[in-house]
């Protein structure tokens, strides 16, 4: 009798542990979803609260478009895919449209950002990221189909028999 006893403790020691686990989880969780926009915006919520950012740091990515008199337009690489203008440092640099710059600058107004530094990747070479990555796939396709075939018959993916 004192074995049941025993497990029956035990077992509601782990839900217990297991249920503060996931409560621990999902408390943290909510608090990311909650803090992001504050700790970590992105430039959709930037531009939507501009008030919060002006004088402030921001960081971001975007394509070359064009240079005007005094900025150089970047498109932004994320929502919301607006053109803002770029001043400073960023004059300075050679640019060629399709270029990706990262920049960390200062917010000065809506769509307006003075540099402090800049880091530009060459339009190829940004392209190269993903060309490189073409030789695995054969490899990768391989090692699936040593592993698995496909069943015509019911379409869908079966092991290997290990024949």
């Known amino acids: 009798m004192d074995g049941g006893k025993e497990r029956d403790r035990g077992v509601r ?19 990311s979803y909650i803090e992001h926009d504050e700790r970590d915006p992105d430039m ?7 008030e919060k950012f002006e004088g ?19 498109k932004l690489m994320e ?16 640019l060629h449209k399709g270029d990706v710059v990262e920049v960390l600058g200062i917010m000065q107004e809506p769509h307006k950002i003075k540099v402090e530094k800049i880091y530009v990747i060459k339009s190829f070479e940004y392209s190269l ?10 490899f990768v396709a391989y090692l699936f189909f040593k592993k698995w075939k496909f069943n015509f018959k019911k379409f869908v993916f079966e092991e290997r028999g290990h024949a």
Do not use: H, Q, W
């Open 13 to 31: 020691m782990r839900a217990a542990i297991a249920l503060v686990s996931i409560s621990i989880l999902l408390s943290l969780m909510t608090y």
């Open 44 to 50: 959709a919520y930037i531009m939507k609260n501009f």
């Open 56 to 74: 402030k740091e921001v960081d971001f990515a975007g394509r070359f478009v064009s240079y005007n008199d005094s900025a150089a337009k970047l």
């Open 79 to 94: 929502p919301p895919y607006c053109v803002v203008n770029v001043t400073g440092k960023i004059l300075n640099v050679s």
């Open 129 to 138: 990221i993903f060309i490189r990555s073409l030789p695995a796939i054969p």
